[in-house]
C-alpha cells in the first residue's frame, strides 16, 4: 500500500519569502510523485512530477521538488513567494504502473501568503 | 482544447436519495478516474474505466458504482445517499498507454446531502 504525508496542515509566509511544503511518502515499489494545487472552488491543477527521472523537478510558477529515495520524501521549494500562491497543495503517489495509475493524496496543506 | 468537464457544478439531494454525476475526459484521453474529496480532507480514489470496464477500485461501498460510455465519458452513480456523501466529486482523465502519468482533473461537482 502506498500512503502520503503532508507535515504542516497550514503553513504561513511572507510575500518574497522561501515556500518549503514538506512531503513523505511510503511506497512498496519505485514511487511516482506529483504535486498539484487547487485554488478555492476549482478542481486540481499539476504544479510538477517525478517519473523516476532527474531527481530534481521543476514545474510551473517557479516551484520546484527533491526527490530523495533516502529520507523518502518530496518536499516543494519555491524561493520567493507571490500573493497568487495562496492555496492547498496536495501531494500525491502513484505505483507508476501505467500513465492512468491511481493517486493516493495527503491531507494537504495551506498556504497562506502575508502581505 | 477543452480539457476535463463535469456536471453540474453543484447539486443538493436529500438523504436516501440517488444521484449521477456526468465527467467528459480531455480529448486524447481514454481513462477516467473518480475521486471524493470531503471538506478539509486530499482526495480519496473511488474507481477508474477504461474500455468502458472499472479498471481499479478504491475502498467504497457498492452504493457508488459508475459507467463509462463509447466516447469515453463517464457517470457516477450514488445510491441511498448518506450525509456522509456530502463533498466535491472529482474527475479526472489520463491516456492509459502514454507515457506523461499526468491525469487532469475537472472543476468537481459539489453535492451536499440534506
Known amino acids: 500500500a502506498q500512503s502520503v504525508t503532508q507535515l504542516g496542515s497550514h503553513v504561513s509566509v511572507s510575500e518574497g519569502a522561501l515556500v518549503l511544503l514538506r512531503c513523505n511518502y511510503s511506497?512498496?515499489?519505485?514511487?511516482?510523485l506529483f504535486w498539484y494545487v487547487q485554488y478555492p472552488n476549482q478542481g486540481l491543477q499539476l504544479l510538477l512530477k517525478?517519473?523516476?527521472?532527474?531527481?530534481l523537478v521543476k514545474g510551473i510558477n517557479g516551484f520546484e521538488a527533491e526527490f530523495k529515495k533516502s529520507e523518502t520524501s518530496f518536499h516543494l521549494t519555491k524561493p520567493s513567494a507571490h500573493m497568487s500562491d495562496a492555496a492547498e497543495y496536495f501531494c500525491?503517489?502513484?505505483?507508476?504502473?501505467?500513465?492512468?495509475?491511481?493517486?493516493?493524496f495527503g491531507e494537504g496543506t495551506q498556504l497562506t501568503v502575508n502581505p | 482544447d477543452a480539457g476535463v468537464t463535469q456536471s453540474p457544478t453543484h447539486l443538493i439531494k436529500t438523504r436516501g436519495q440517488q444521484v449521477t454525476l456526468r465527467c467528459s475526459p480531455k480529448?486524447?484521453?481514454?481513462?477516467v478516474s473518480w475521486y471524493q474529496q470531503a471538506l478539509g480532507q486530499g482526495p480519496q480514489f473511488i474507481f477508474q474505466?477504461?474500455?468502458?470496464?472499472?479498471?481499479q477500485r478504491g475502498n467504497f461501498p457498492d452504493r457508488f458504482s459508475g459507467h463509462q460510455f463509447p466516447n469515453y465519458s463517464s457517470e457516477l452513480n450514488v445510491n441511498a445517499l448518506l450525509l456522509g456523501d456530502s463533498a466535491l466529486y472529482l474527475c479526472?482523465?489520463?491516456?492509459?498507454?502514454?507515457?506523461?502519468?499526468?491525469?487532469?482533473f475537472g472543476p468537481g461537482t459539489r453535492l451536499t446531502v440534506t
Open positions: 479526472a482523465s489520463s491516456f492509459l498507454s502514454g507515457s506523461s502519468y499526468e491525469q487532469y
Open positions: 511506497s512498496s515499489v519505485p514511487p511516482y
Open positions: 517525478y517519473t523516476s527521472a532527474a531527481t
Open positions: 500525491a503517489v502513484s505505483d507508476g504502473e501505467t500513465s492512468g495509475s491511481r493517486l493516493t
Open positions: 480529448s486524447g484521453h481514454d481513462t
Open positions: 474505466y477504461y474500455e468502458e470496464e472499472e479498471r
